[in-house]
């Protein structure tokens, strides 16, 4: 209770209005990270947000490292679905959450327009400041790409992450230990290539 947590992804409500929230927790001691439900948290006003102390937020690299984007094929347009966000090709997309053959997520040109789109259309970006810096060159629009250099340039500025505490205590949903799980071995995965 009290302590401030950085929300970087989100699951949309099931049947019932519950929603998880997947959150890092940083301070002295290191960052501690899981999922929570979403009645658990409440947003910050803009006072309150601008008085939280730097070593509370996470890290601009840190936030890259532990989300997923990806990058749009082709066009889709839902049609009379309004939980369902439309994709322009070659957007790079901020995923939230997966299920099944579907995704939640948001463009990085435009987080406020957030929604179901189904994975077919899109294809994984690796979620590295390295890869992403490392790229060639992907046509971007314009407006994700001045947000994707602004957190690579603030993430370059911030040098070292801490270390990371054990995450999550407890039995996870099924859905979300199985995304943790293919997360976590994608995770190793790129480390030990990297070594």
Not at 91 to 107: E, K
Not at 173 to 188: F, L, N, T
Request: aromatic content about 6%.
């Amino acid at each position: 209770p009290g302590e401030v947590v950085n929300v970087l992804a989100g699951t949309p409500e099931d049947a019932e209005g519950r929603a998880l929230v997947y959150v890092v927790v940083c301070n002295v001691a290191g960052i501690r990270e899981g999922w929570l439900r979403c009645d658990a948290i409440r947003l910050l006003n803009e006072d309150e947000a601008r008085g939280v102390a730097p070593g509370c937020r996470l890290p601009p690299r840190e936030i890259v490292r532990r989300s997923t984007f990806v990058q749009v094929r082709e066009d889709w347009q839902p049609v009379d679905q309004p939980n369902c966000v439309a994709l322009r090709e070659n957007d790079v997309v901020q995923l939230a959450a997966v299920r099944g053959h579907w995704a939640y997520g948001w463009s990085l040109s435009a987080p406020t327009r957030r929604g179901w789109f189904p994975l077919a259309r899109v294809r994984k970006v690796e979620s590295s400041v390295a890869a992403l810096a490392d790229r060639e060159p992907l046509e971007l629009p314009q407006g994700a790409a001045e947000a994707l250099r602004a957190l690579l340039q603030q993430a370059r500025e911030e040098g070292a992450p801490p270390a990371m505490l054990p995450a999550w205590q407890g039995e996870l949903p099924a859905v979300v230990a199985e995304s943790a799980q293919k997360a976590e071995r994608e995770w190793r995965g790129h480390l030990s290539q990297a070594d």
